[in-house]
């Protein structure tokens, strides 16, 4: 089969449900490959959008099957199938970029107004091993929506491998600064 992906929101970051997508079809055998309108004639689009504000893609050909869409940006309660989100990324889709991405944990202990968090993942929980999702790569980007609300030996765990294998890691969605403590700020 083959399959072809669209990244809404542009190739600026990479997509970590398309990585996953992606890993799962060359799996089963299947070829995939970026969408393009002219050339591509695939059996089966993905579409995913993170951001609400960015535009919807439509440059689809005339033929081609309508794009299976999802992401935040298109509907908040929408995840991947567990046998396809337990799968690694492939890197391959973004070679511009070294470093890995992933979640230690997802949801989150607060309920902020602005924020769908809550809405679409639920409260906190753990979800992956900072050495599954390091993958041999050193430099990591953690998109956890509050990772120092996990409990404390789930932190202090992560933290210790990551110390171990020298990783360096951008917590790109921050860290909650009411959950520092003098324990978890030495572990950090």
Request: contains cysteine; hydrophobic residues 35%.
């Amino acid at each position: 089969m083959k399959i072809a992906l669209v990244d809404v929101d542009g190739h600026n970051y990479p997509n970590l449900a398309l990585m996953k997508l992606s890993a799962w079809h060359k799996a089963q055998g299947d070829t995939v490959e970026w969408y393009s309108p002219l050339f591509s004639h695939p059996d089966k689009i993905y579409a995913s959008k993170v951001f609400t504000f960015t535009p919807d893609y439509v440059d689809y050909s005339a033929g081609d099957p309508d794009p299976v869409k999802g992401g935040t940006g298109y509907r908040i309660y929408q995840d991947l199938p567990e046998y396809i989100d337990s799968v690694k990324p492939d890197y391959s889709l973004y070679p511009q970029y070294e470093f890995a991405v992933g979640f230690l944990s997802r949801g989150c202990i607060r309920n902020c107004p602005w924020c769908v968090v809550p809405k679409k993942e639920g409260m906190i929980r753990r979800y992956d091993d900072i050495e599954q999702i390091a993958q041999g790569r050193k430099h990591l980007v953690l998109m956890d929506n509050n990772f120092l609300a996990n409990d404390r030996e789930f932190v202090r765990e992560q933290l210790e491998k990551a110390r171990r294998s020298g990783y360096f890691i951008d917590f790109n969605q921050g860290l909650d600064a009411r959950l520092v403590d003098e324990e978890n700020s030495r572990w950090l």
